[in-house]
């Protein structure tokens, strides 16, 4: 009896070591696994020296994880080269702003170059100047180079509704323009300056980076938009194609050409996203259509409804 229970008691043993070894094995198991998973995933963050293409697409509003985004492709040592794809219609002038300053930190240390789908207008064109080459197709739209505030005038629904607005002010132009008034002469001087204030700072920034006469930026920063045909002829973008016209530059700047085009993408998930197709899809159900009309609405630009300050956009 005494030799069974000591069997049994080795057996225990036994057991608890194969258990320990099996869970320790399983958990480097799974560290090996997240590990390949970094090196290899494609934000390059541990891969192989490559050119790393950033995306710019929807509405343009300031966006920190962007921005912190650019910065880590300026720093990695992994990046040889950089292709901002832009496909927008433009936003808020902030928005725009900060991306273009963040894109010419990345150009002072390495060859930059844009490639245009669909669009680049407005600050999507801002975004596209601060690089050094610009890419766009024959039939790609490009320029509408200007500033505008827009503001409702709800006084007419407010009369109907029998509302009335009382308001007290420390001086004549606090607050204004506001939906809840027409504005007046001096209320419309003020935002008139305001407009053509950022307006000379981005035909500026056009006439410097397109390397033009400020004369000629002016005439095209009359709001108009161009193919990217009538862009290259306007010298607006640099060459026609793709993302292999892009690359080819990038070769052209030093870039070794076998390198791969690496997309960093934004972390899977974001609530500004989320937030927007929610958002989309209550409009719709609000107008009685299918829920899946919110993505159409969504695609459409419906968040451009809720901009706010000085907007660079380009309404189709």
Do not use: C
Not at 49 to 78: C, F, M, N, Q, Y
Not at 230 to 236: D, I, M, V
Not at 238 to 248: F, I, Q
Request: proline share 4%; aromatic share 6%; charged share 25%.
């Amino acid at each position: 009896m005494a030799q069974r229970a000591d069997d049994l008691i080795d057996r225990r043993r036994l057991r608890r070591k194969l258990t320990f070894w099996r869970a320790l094995a399983v958990i480097i198991l799974a560290l090996a696994v997240i590990s390949l998973a970094a090196w290899f995933r494609d934000d390059g963050l541990g891969a192989t020296t490559h050119i790393a293409k950033v995306r710019i697409a929807g509405t343009i509003t300031e966006d920190d994880k962007l921005l912190e985004r650019l910065e880590k492709i300026r720093k990695s040592p992994r990046v040889a080269g950089v292709i901002v794809q832009i496909n927008s219609p433009g936003g808020t002038t902030t928005g725009g702003e900060s991306i273009y300053e963040a894109v010419r930190k990345i150009a002072a240390e390495k060859p930059v170059v844009a490639e245009v789908g669909t669009l680049a207008a407005s600050a999507g064109y801002m975004i596209a100047s601060a690089t050094d080459h610009i890419v766009a197709r024959q039939s790609s739209i490009v320029g509408s180079i200007g500033v505008l505030v827009q503001y409702p005038d709800m006084t007419g629904l407010m009369d109907k509704l029998g509302i009335k607005l009382e308001e007290v002010k420390s001086s004549p132009l606090k607050a204004s323009p506001s939906p809840f008034k027409p504005t007046n002469e001096e209320e419309r001087a003020m935002v008139r300056r305001l407009i053509l204030d950022s307006y000379d700072w981005f035909v500026d920034i056009v006439a410097e980076r397109r390397s033009m006469p400020r004369e000629q930026a002016l005439a095209l920063a009359d709001g108009s938009i161009f193919t990217g045909r009538q862009g290259l002829q306007n010298k607006l973008v640099d060459a026609l194609g793709g993302e292999e016209e892009a690359v080819k530059w990038l070769e052209s700047k030093g870039v070794a050409p076998d390198l791969r085009v690496i997309e960093w993408k934004p972390p899977e998930g974001a609530g500004s996203l989320i937030w927007s197709q929610a958002l989309a899809r209550t409009v719709a159900r609000a107008l009685g259509l299918p829920e899946q009309s919110g993505d159409m609405i969504n695609e459409l630009g419906m968040e451009r409804l809720f901009l706010d300050g000085l907007v660079s956009l380009w309404h189709p």
